[in-house]
């Protein structure tokens, strides 16, 4: 079939025998998070010499790879992570894809990767959701998980940009992040490790960045810290991102607060929800900035009072609130260690944009072509 948005075909294969509908509701009572997966999948292949073809929808199944496949010995390789949503009027909505079309495209651009058509990439949602939008949960806090990804297919073990690439976009029933409510974490500074460094690919959604996380992760563990945050990797100073997610500093409280977010300097990650945030606390009418903040200048603000909460944010959590901090040198309480109003405030406004449950003045919102969950 000729695609609706974009000017490379797909070819529709929907499943004969569809998961039942009670074996589905059961599912989706409690689907954890990345463990249960839709029906079908979109893949598309491309190479060097016909680029993007053979774009089909089709039933999700395992994947056959060679030894020798390029992705398995030099990770190039590329992802996103955003989520759909079961709205009020029981559609589906999918919120903010053309800003992830357009990151896994600059991502594709970092990694020697051939880069997607964003329309391309939103049909590809756009058939995925009308096949499998029964999957999307209606629970408070329930969504479904969007994981597009691309990688490098060809069969080598010559270090070049691939001849060969796969484009697959997989879907994931997920239930609430804190399934017991918003969950403030403890936080340990690492100056053993970095994140990414100038000129490298902090600024690219890829696996690398998160393998090469984990130890660092693991020592946060030790230390029994809920979460490692990232350090500029030069001075170990500045402050940069928590994890796999964006950071924002309050500073003073209730309308006149202020929020900071570190600026985008090439190794952080623009985060959709960091944006999306900058723009809701700008509708709030709080101030908002992208700066920088040293570890210092975090301890001395929450002592003195004048920085009174501390957040980090993506797609998984929406807002996760950091109530301590621990380094080699000191520790130290954020506000008074639980979720901070400004916080709580800004994650129910983008909630309730995301569920369809308050207007969309930003055009956020990208619905299904389904109108109702039957």
């Known amino acids: 079939m000729r695609s609706r948005t974009s000017s490379i075909p797909f070819q529709v294969n929907r499943v004969r025998r569809r998961v039942p509908a009670l074996e589905r509701e059961r599912l989706l009572a409690n689907p954890g998070f990345g463990r249960l ?35 398995l010995h030099y990770a190039q390789a590329v992802f996103e992570g955003l989520k759909a949503f079961r709205q009020s009027d029981g559609g589906v909505a999918a919120f903010r894809p053309d800003s992830h079309a357009a990151r896994f495209r600059r991502s594709a651009r970092r990694l020697a990767l051939p880069e997607l058509p964003e329309e391309t ?5 756009d058939l995925l959701l009308e096949a499998d939008h029964q999957w999307v949960p209606s629970a ?23 001849d060969q690439v796969t484009f697959l976009l ?7 992040y804190f399934p017991r409510g918003v969950k403030p974490v403890t936080v340990w500074l690492s100056e053993d490790f970095s994140r990414a460094a100038p000129g490298g690919t902090g600024a690219a959604k890829t696996g690398g960045n998160y393998a090469g996380g984990l130890l660092a992760q693991a020592q946060a563990a030790e230390h029994g810290c809920d979460q490692v945050v990232w350090l500029d990797s030069q001075e170990h100073r500045w402050v940069e991102e928590m994890g796999g997610m ?3 500093f309050v500073f003073g409280r209730g309308p006149d607060a202020r929020l900071m977010t570190p600026a985008l300097t090439g190794t952080l990650l623009p985060g959709i929800t960091r944006d999306s945030l900058l723009t809701l606390g700008r509708d709030l009418g709080y101030e908002t900035e992208e700066g920088r903040i040293s570890v210092d200048e ?7 009072g004048s920085l009174s909460e501390v957040f980090a944010c993506g797609t998984a959590a929406v807002i996760t609130p950091v109530a301590a901090v621990k380094s ?3 520790s130290w309480t954020v506000g008074d260690g639980g979720p901070g109003d400004v916080s709580m405030r800004l994650r129910q406004a983008l909630v309730d944009i995301q ?9 956020w919102l990208h619905h299904a072509r389904v109108s109702s969950a039957t």
């Open 328 to 330: 080699v040198h000191a």
């Open 246 to 248: 964006n950071l924002c």
């Open 121 to 125: 990439f939103l049909e590809a949602i």
């Open 355 to 363: 569920r369809g449950a308050a207007p969309d003045p930003h055009g």
């Open 37 to 71: 997966f839709t029906e079908h999948m979109v893949r598309i292949p491309w190479d060097a010499d016909r680029g993007w073809h053979d774009a089909e929808l089709t039933a999700y199944a395992p994947l056959s790879l060679d030894p020798g496949t390029s992705v």
């Open 170 to 176: 997989i879907a994931s029933p997920s239930g609430p």
């Open 140 to 162: 408070a806090e329930h969504s479904l998980y969007l994981r597009p990804l691309m990688y490098a297919s060809e069969v080598t073990l010559s270090v070049h940009p691939a």
């Open 298 to 304: 975090w301890r001395a603000g929450c002592e003195d």
